[in-house]
């Protein structure tokens, strides 16, 4: 498996892709040139009788006397780059407010490696509940793990990219605030994911990535969050509330890494899963047609209300 190998061979694809589109800190230069890029190629939705540059840029922002609920709403090309402009300078500031908060850890400390979720997104809002709130999962890490472990905090990297919507996840007062809750350090956003997850007593996650790499690295994870591998219960821990922390140290004392478990769980999850793909660059790499992604997307739903309706109907 390339996650027991080091990180830039196991890095995921999301993040290489973001790697692409965010080198160094938010540019409105760099930024402008591809938008302008953008217009210039062919079949770009920038042009044209309907095209965006005269009609306006769909947006989910609310505008005056437009309907954002059925997708009517545009913005026109100068609120278009204001907003992008305020987007940068925040993101630039955030970025550095968090560059000002980061400690060297020493891993030679006890210590737990908390991942921080890029906001806003489905994966803590809704689907996390109070665990949305990533400072107020701090407190309660801080309140109930035991006084001598460390946390060390990891901020996710696509919070501060210029073509994502992190300006929007995160207040200015976020790192600040953070750095009051005692015994939380954030590491650089440049750490190896890989050297804080071997040397941490555990790993604590909404739902991330880094649960999965956790669980193959051999290490108890402890998780906020629904996710895919939460049911593997050899080695993760669901938390529901700040009581179940309080489990955390049984949790981890009593963990043994099970190789086998772990290859039967995945068998259980390829047996349970179906191929298909849901955004740009997945085609490629799945090899299937859009025809067969469709059947096989379309056969998930049908077999799911079918599921549905089977439970329904014995409830009632």
């Not at 922002?61 to 305020?86: A, C, F, P, W």
């Not at 696509?158 to 009051?180: C, H, M, S, V, W």
């Not at 402890?222 to 591998?229: A, H, I, K, R, T």
Request: net charge positive; glycine share 6%; charged share 25%.
């Amino acid at each position: 498996s390339r996650i027991n190998q080091s990180y830039d061979a196991a890095k995921p694809e999301i993040f290489q892709e973001d790697n692409r589109h965010h080198k160094g800190k938010p540019s409105v230069f760099l930024t402008g040139m591809k938008f302008f890029s953008e217009i210039l190629k062919k079949n770009n939705s920038w042009l044209g009788r309907n095209g965006w540059l005269f009609n306006g840029v769909p947006s989910y922002h609310k505008t005056e006397r437009q309907d954002v609920e059925h997708g009517r709403s545009r913005m026109n090309l100068m609120s278009y780059i204001i907003k992008i402009y305020r987007r940068i300078s925040y993101l630039k500031r955030l970025e550095e407010e968090y560059r000002r908060s980061v400690v060297k850890p020493d891993l030679t400390k006890k210590y737990v490696i908390l991942a921080l979720h890029y906001q806003p997104e489905a994966t803590t809002a809704p689907r996390a509940g109070l665990f949305t709130d990533q400072l107020y999962l701090m407190e309660l890490m801080s309140k109930h793990l035991p006084e001598e472990w460390l946390i060390f905090v990891k901020e996710n990297p696509k919070q501060f990219n210029p073509i994502a919507e992190g300006n929007t996840g995160r207040p200015l007062r976020f790192y600040r605030d953070a750095r009051k809750i005692p015994r939380v350090s954030f590491v650089p956003i440049d750490s190896d994911p890989f050297a804080l997850i071997d040397q941490a007593l555990a790993v604590f996650s909404v739902a991330g990535t880094i649960g999965w790499e956790g669980i193959v690295r051999g290490k108890p994870v402890v998780c906020f969050g629904p996710s895919w591998y939460e049911h593997y219960t050899s080695g993760v821990l669901r938390v529901q509330n700040g009581a179940d922390l309080d489990g955390v140290p049984a949790f981890i004392e009593r963990y043994r890494y099970d190789e086998q478990a772990l290859h039967r769980y995945l068998k259980t999850i390829e047996e349970q899963s179906l191929c298909a793909y849901f955004r740009r660059g997945l085609k490629q790499a799945l090899n299937i047609s859009e025809q067969e992604c469709v059947e096989s997307l379309q056969t998930a739903v049908v077999n799911g209300l079918g599921l549905a309706k089977n439970l329904e109907s014995r409830l009632t």
